[in-house]
T-cell receptor, first 112, second 110 residues
Framework: SAVISQKPSRDICQRGTSLTIQCQVD?????MFWYRQQPGQSLTLIAT?????????ESGFVIDKFPISRPNLTFSTLTVSNMSPEDSSIYLC?????????FGSGTRLTVV | TQLLEQSPQFLSIQEGENLTVYCNSS?????LQWYRQEPGEGPVLLVT?????EVKKLKRLTFQFGDARKDSSLHITAAQPGDTGLYLC??????????FGTGTRLKVLA
């Protein structure tokens, strides 16, 4: 299965600022997925990132708040923009090229 | 929007008891997976079910996929404190896009 390197692993940010999270996969994949896991809750899909086209966002998530880049088949970034304390969560990228989900190690974001 | 509702949301039981967690949707999924997640860790895959009516056993855990592939259940026999964690179902929608259930937090008391 694929191996994903995600960074940063954690960060504490001031409200109103932005943070960019990076995920690097050790193999080429068509789609990468970004999830958010709020404290004590399940994973919520934010968007699907395809190489060469705009990301597809799930209901409740918009590009202005969570811009995504997918410059090639092994890399993607998610930016959390204009942060507020409500954005404090764990953010995870994932791939599932063979119906087995592989997750990055997660980014624990705290907004103060 | 596809939704996967899990019940119960929270469950606290004594060691040795049996329990069942349910995962329900109005949507059909091509496959469904169950995960367990412990605090500070990522979700760990327990099982994948793909055929309607399929039953899989993993030691004391029994997983069932509904005939219509809209629901699933996880049954744990003789629960142990090591079973404590957040249990998540995840349904495959389209080409390997997974939607996660609302989660069931299980605590097994010694």
């Amino acid at each position: 299965s694929a191996v994903i390197s995600q960074k940063p692993s954690r960060d504490i940010c001031q409200r109103g600022t932005s943070l960019t999270i990076q995920c690097q996969v050790d193999s080429q994949v068509t789609m990468m997925f970004w999830y958010r896991q709020q404290p004590g809750q399940s994973l919520t899909l934010i968007a699907t990132a395809n190489q060469g086209s705009e990301a597809t966002y799930e209901s409740g998530f918009v590009i202005d708040k969570f811009p995504i880049s997918r410059p090639n088949l092994t890399f993607s970034t998610l930016t959390v923009s204009n942060m507020s304390p409500e954005d404090s969560s764990i953010y995870l990228c994932s791939v599932s090229p063979s119906a087995i989900i592989t997750f990055g190690s997660g980014t624990r974001l705290t907004v103060v | 929007t596809q939704l996967l509702e899990q019940s119960p949301q929270f469950l606290s039981i004594q060691e040795g008891e049996n329990l069942t967690v349910y995962c329900n949707s109005s949507s059909v999924f091509s496959s469904l997976q169950w995960y367990r997640q412990e605090p500070g860790e990522g979700p760990v895959l327990l099982v994948t079910v793909v055929t309607g009516g399929e039953v899989k056993k993993l030691k004391r855990l029994t997983f069932q996929f509904g005939d219509a592939r809209k629901d699933s259940s996880l049954h744990i026999t003789a629960a142990q404190p090591g079973d404590t964690g957040l249990y998540l179902c995840a349904g495959a929608s389209g080409t390997y896009k997974y939607i996660f259930g609302t989660g069931t937090r299980l605590k097994v008391l010694a």
